[in-house]
């Protein structure tokens, strides 16, 4: 019943970046997790070869982020492939932010996208065992 609570809430973030010139979501209807997964990700209709291996830095229902070498063009869409445990979920992402760090790395945040029931369901387990993991709160 908790996760209903904070999916209901709104978020704000600040995600603009240092240079001024990318900027990220306003607000994020669902809370993410710190958690790092596998994912291969690559533009739409690429060759399997073409895909770019990482780990999220943190992963919701709502979308991810993880930090690479290079900005993602914001507003662009790629398909990733997610290492959920010991099975794999096919899915769509937007760009929704590239922020540049002063490590000269760049986070890159992603928003899902057209989500079918099957694939938030698979999300919402996934969320839920990482959820469990976590350490409780402290009074």
């Known amino acids: 019943m908790v996760l209903c609570y ?3 809430k709104s978020y704000t973030t600040g995600m ?5 010139t990318q900027s990220g979501p306003k ?3 669902f809370p993410r997790i710190n958690a790092e997964v596998l994912l ?4 739409p209709g690429a060759s399997p070869e073409d895909a770019r291996v990482v780990k999220s830095h943190s992963i919701g229902l709502g979308g991810l982020m993880f930090e690479s070498d290079h900005p993602l063009p914001v507003g662009s869409t790629y398909q990733f492939d997610l290492v959920l445990g010991d ?8 760009v929704i932010y590239a922020r540049k760090l002063k490590s000269d790395n760049f986070q890159n945040g992603f928003s899902f996208t ?3 029931d099957e694939q938030r369901e698979r999300l919402l387990n996934f969320f839920l065992q990482e959820y469990d993991k976590l350490p ?3 009074p």
Request: no cysteine.
């Open 27 to 29: 607000n994020r209807y």
């Open 40 to 43: 291969a990700y690559m533009t």
């Open 87 to 94: 099975e794999h979920l096919v899915l769509m992402a937007k």
């Open 6 to 8: 904070y999916a209901e």
């Open 16 to 20: 603009a970046g240092s240079d001024g």
């Open 114 to 116: 057209d989500l079918s």
């Open 136 to 138: 409780p709160e402290a």
